[in-house]
């Protein structure tokens, strides 16, 4: 089971889509489900004992980090623009 665009997912992921996507360790991932999603967790729910993530919240969860991440970033030290 290899997914190469979000898209061909199921509507519900499993811990192992997740892993494998971001080619983490599925420990990683539910470390990830483990954190409030308020902080910067996967949000998730039960089934059983077994953890499942929505495929449009798992979207939702790489946006933000994405955005997150670009917010973040600010240059350092004096930083010098190149004219052409």
Do not use: C
């Not at 898209?7 to 990683?28: C, G, Q, W």
């Not at 600010?74 to 190149?82: A, E, I, L």
Request: glycine letters at 6%; aromatic letters at 10%; hydrophobic letters at 35%.
């Amino acid at each position: 089971m290899e997914f190469k665009e979000v898209d061909a997912f199921p509507d519900i992921l499993t811990v192992k889509h997740i892993a494998e996507y971001l080619s983490l360790s599925r420990k990683t991932v539910y470390e990830l489900l483990k954190i409030s999603p308020q902080v910067g967790g996967i949000p998730s729910f039960n089934i059983g004992g077994s953890k499942r993530v929505e495929k449009k919240d798992f979207i939702e969860w790489m946006e933000s980090r994405k955005k997150e991440k670009m917010t973040q970033w600010q240059p350092k030290g004096n930083v010098k623009r190149f004219a052409r």
